[in-house]
């Protein structure tokens, strides 16, 4: 009885483990498309003075930032301020911020239904983030330290390999930048041969990285006025460096790395009937043996290379219509081998296109006809993602309608460029050209679009560009001009959403340099100055015109008309 108790519950012990099994494949089956972690690239931390940036990117194609004005969404700690893409102001110092990043999944695929269960980083994968979900779906939020306070210095260089040239390349993320210029350093970089006790420097015959060797890349990194260096980590290639001496203005970061074999192929050797032969192996000038061309698999013992004499005839092989022949003692030996081809022509390879698949190069054999190396199918070429697209203003004529002008980058193989306007929360197409540029007109006067590209071949599209926001220029004001006792008062009406205005006067019409001052106003509101200290009884021509700041850069209108005046 107790026997039977005892095997009853093993088989119930046994059930409920083979349905766990199945369970945890079912599971694992199911999860497949299940996102669980989320990586938010391109988004700049705040930088006092500068407007907020909303041009992220995902790193999965899995999922995508949500398309609208609460794509991303940023605010203070204390949520004082919000701003979207559609209304922002500039970051304040010593003050704390945070972004939200709306994310949804792309066909297919799904977040899982607690968003505690995804894990997130933001800023290439070394700032750990949070995710939430409200009524407006997911979302990753990152705060950041006070404003102005750099806590993370990262960059990005080429790991050196053997024979390629070391880069000496700028590091900018607005916050802070390399800078020098000395020999050997060049964009604040410098790579030292820590084997050979010496800089490499650019331009140079010897400018390269060797097999066995240890470099170390230093970096001198400057803070952007008016940010400065906190408790700040470096990461060169997201892996922690060496950061000193610490300073709030400039920071040296250091990271070593080392080269490894070189090795190059030794072709096999077939044994004789009286002679030892060997596999085919890599070797390297160190004295390293390899199974592999990038000395991932070493050779313990050489021995496991080496061929004994076979002890019979070697040195030729039958072929599908000669017998072999010995070259030790001269004799035929073994019947034809119709496996084994020696005149074999080529198959020439077909190069695959960006509208047709290719193919590879294939051997017929010109004895037999048998084909001995079949050709397979080339996928065809992908189109680029279309990169570099920006925006240019183009000042008014008349009216309240102005224009943008789209250019970007040419991508290889493209026959046309599909341009996409972001309208009423929707993408529409806009135009389709075999152009790299498109001039978008119609459009109101200082305000902003957003657009994005890509490239069209036969019926194959390549991935869409990040999207691209233009702005147009301020409207033109209206000129009248008053003249005074050895002054002149410049007036003129208000134009909406700006910044402020310029006034320029000359008693040159043409408005020559020598001739010509400039007095900027950085008030909106101002209709009107006074120019002092002018001379008697000269004639003064003016004009003005209205300028808005964006990101730190002036976006101009139009000049108004040139009125003059004489001077009492």
Not at 281 to 289: E, I, P, R, V
Not at 472 to 489: H, M, R, S, Y
Not at 528 to 544: E, H, P
Request: glycine share 8%.
């Amino acid at each position: 009885m107790k026997k039977n108790k005892a095997l009853k519950l093993t088989g119930i012990i046994l059930c409920l483990l083979l349905l766990c099994v199945i369970g945890v494949m079912t599971a694992s089956a199911e999860d497949d498309n299940v996102i669980t972690t989320v990586h938010i690239y391109g988004i700049d931390g705040p930088v006092p003075g500068k407007a907020p940036d909303f041009s992220g990117t995902t790193g999965s194609s899995a999922y995508s930032i949500i398309q609208d004005e609460h794509g991303v969404y940023w605010s203070s700690n204390d949520n004082s301020v919000k701003w979207n893409c559609d209304s922002y102001g500039t970051f304040v110092k010593d003050t704390y911020y945070k972004v939200k990043v709306y994310i949804e999944p792309e066909a297919g695929y799904e977040f899982p239904a607690n968003a505690a269960d995804i894990t997130a980083y933001f800023g290439g994968g070394k700032e750990k983030a949070w995710v939430y979900k409200d009524s407006n779906g997911y979302y990753v939020q990152q705060s950041f330290d006070r404003c102005g306070t750099i806590l993370t210095v990262a960059i990005t260089t080429a790991v050196p390999e053997i024979g390629a040239k070391p880069e000496f390349k700028t590091v900018w993320d607005g916050r802070y930048y390399s800078s020098g210029s000395i020999s050997p350093e060049k964009e604040g970089v410098k790579w030292y041969d820590e084997t050979e006790e010496k800089y490499l420097v650019s331009g140079t015959t010897e400018c390269y990285f060797k097999a066995h060797h240890t470099y170390t890349v230093s970096y001198s990194i400057y803070a952007v006025d008016p940010c400065e260096f906190g408790s700040a980590s470096a990461f060169i290639n997201g892996k922690r460096a060496q950061l000193d001496p610490f300073n709030p203005i400039v920071v040296d970061v250091k990271y070593t790395f080392e080269t490894g074999c070189d090795p190059e192929l030794v072709e096999g050797q077939f044994p004789t009937c009286g002679g030892t032969g060997h596999v085919g192996y890599y070797a390297c000038a160190c004295g390293k043996l390899y199974w592999d061309e990038e000395a991932k698999q070493p050779i313990a013992d050489k021995e496991e290379i080496l061929i004994p004499p076979t002890g019979a005839h070697t040195g030729g092989t039958a072929t599908c219509s000669d017998k072999a022949v010995c070259t030790v003692c001269g004799k035929d030996y073994g019947e034809l081998n119709k496996d084994n081809h020696k005149a074999v022509t080529t198959l020439k390879a077909v190069e695959a296109t960006y509208k047709a698949d290719g193919l590879t190069e294939g051997k017929k054999c010109a004895d037999c006809g048998k084909i001995t190396v079949a050709q397979k199918t080339v996928e065809r070429k992908k189109l680029s993602k279309v990169k570099g697209v920006k925006t240019k203003a183009v000042k008014l004529a008349s009216g309240s309608k102005s224009s943008l002008t789209l250019t970007w980058s040419k991508v290889t193989g493209a026959e046309k460029y599909e341009i996409q306007q972001y309208v009423s929360k929707k993408w529409k197409i806009l135009k389709t050209t075999s152009k790299t540029s498109y001039t978008v007109s119609g459009l109101k006067a200082n305000k902003s679009y957003k657009f994005r590209v890509r490239a069209v071949a036969g019926k194959y599209y390549g991935s869409y560009s990040s999207s691209y926001t233009g702005k147009t220029v301020p409207l033109t004001p209206t000129l009248t001009l008053k003249a005074g006792k050895k002054q002149l008062t410049a007036s003129w009406n208000t134009v909406a959403n700006i910044t402020g205005f310029e006034v320029q006067y000359s008693t040159s019409k043409k408005f020559t340099k020598k001739t010509t001052k400039t007095v900027v106003i950085k008030k909106s509101k101002t209709k009107k100055t006074t120019i002092k200290k002018l001379s008697k009884g000269k004639k003064y021509y003016v004009k003005v015109r209205a300028y808005k700041t964006v990101s730190g850069k002036k976006i101009y209108g139009a000049w108004s008309s040139v009125k003059n005046v004489k001077v009492k």
